[in-house]
């Protein structure tokens, strides 16, 4: 059992950035990866960008550049820094974290990018 709580979404102008948050509790031995995806209305959920347990990291192509994924292993949370904000990235962010063959998702934040 792993609980996932997200925190930073808002109301922002374009051009501007916002950093998110990703607190992990509960049964968190083993995670082998976690992440930020979203979902806007109408499309599929996507995955913005993710982070294994040794580090590595991986963006979506329209991200790369604009948002970096980072963790905090004491603290069992991850991060996502957002810049250079489009009305485009208008979407719930949802964080995600997989151990083993199980996969656990937060309740998500909203985040608007006005024009």
């Known amino acids: 059992q792993v609980q996932l709580v997200e925190s930073g979404g808002g109301l922002v102008q374009a051009g501007g950035s916002l950093r998110l948050s990703c607190a992990a509790s509960?049964?968190?031995?083993?995670?082998?990866?976690m992440g930020w995806y979203r979902q806007a209305p109408g499309l599929q959920r996507e995955l913005v960008a993710g982070?294994?347990?040794?580090?590595?990291?991986n963006y979506a192509e329209s991200m790369k550049g604009r948002f970096t994924i980072s963790r905090d292993t004491a603290k069992n949370t991850v991060y996502l820094q957002m810049n250079s904000l489009r009305p485009e990235d208008t979407a719930v962010y949802l964080c995600?974290?997989?151990?083993?063959?199980?996969?656990?998702w937060g309740q998500g934040t909203q985040v608007t990018v006005s024009s």
């Open positions: 995600n974290a997989r151990l083993g063959v199980v996969t656990y």
């Open positions: 509960g049964s968190i031995f083993n995670i082998n990866f």
């Open positions: 982070i294994t347990n040794g580090g590595s990291t």
